[in-house]
């Protein structure tokens, strides 16, 4: 089946760290991609989305490239803020017929620190 | 719009006990999910629906049951209550165009079973 794999946690930084989040993917085809983040007591909600090879996605200054070849998924961010600390989730959605079965990793705690 | 929204908030059962957990969208979304998040874990995918009248198993359907009469409904029946469904319950709702393309959660359900 298909699995997600994320980078363990917690991550903890100091404002204006560069952050990066690893996530690699078992999948067969092509899925799309996904980061949510998750604050606290909240719901998730989706922070960006890559839906075919090489496609970056990004808001709010995060980004991450679908890299098939290597098949990740890595969460970028320059400049990290005290507001960005929340758990962040890399997700998969096969394509086709199997669209609704998506696949979460199990999340990364960020703490960002003045 | 309300979005995905979810009742009850909270909720203690005893063991064996019944419940339904409740989930309406108003986005005209023709797939619905359930998942559950345990403690420092990702979601997993209990069961979802491509549409009214259409349900699938998830990786973890075992103690639970849905329907889906309706677009805008897809309640979560728990029939025998265990200690071990004590969880976070979060549905979410997402249009299906060329590919899932994001998913919108609700604001989840804090069930404990004792």
């Known amino acids: 089946g298909n699995s997600v794999t994320q980078m363990e946690g917690p991550v903890t930084l100091s404002e204006e760290a560069f952050l990066t989040i690893n996530c690699t993917y078992t999948?067969?085809?092509?899925?799309?991609l996904f980061w949510y983040v998750q604050y606290p007591g909240e719901g998730l909600q989706l922070l960006l989305k890559?839906?075919?090879?090489?496609d970056k996605g990004s808001n709010k200054g995060f980004e991450a490239t679908y890299r098939k070849e290597t098949t990740s998924f890595h969460l970028e961010k320059g400049s990290v803020q005290v507001s960005d600390s929340a758990v962040y989730f890399c997700a998969l959605s096969p394509f086709g017929t199997n669209a609704g079965k998506s696949t979460f990793g199990d999340g990364t705690t960020l703490t960002v620190k003045p | 719009n309300a979005g995905v929204t979810q009742t009850p908030k909270f909720r203690i059962l005893k063991i064996g006990q019944s419940m339904t957990l409740q989930c309406t969208q108003d986005?005209?979304?023709?797939?619905m999910y359930w998942y559950r998040q345990d403690p420092g874990m990702g979601l997993k995918l209990i069961y979802y629906s491509v549409g009214a009248g259409i349900t699938d198993k998830g990786e973890v359907p075992n103690g639970y049951n849905v329907s889906r009469s309706t677009t805008e409904d897809f309640p979560l029946r728990l029939e025998l209550a265990a200690p071990s469904q004590t969880s976070v319950y979060f549905c979410?709702?997402?249009?299906?165009?060329?590919?899932?393309?994001?998913?919108?959660f609700g604001p989840g359900t804090r069930l404990t079973v004792l």
């Open positions: 979410a709702s997402s249009p299906y165009t060329q590919g899932i393309q994001e998913q919108f």
């Open positions: 986005m005209n979304h023709n797939y």
């Open positions: 890559a839906t075919k090879a090489d």
């Open positions: 999948a067969t085809g092509y899925p799309s």
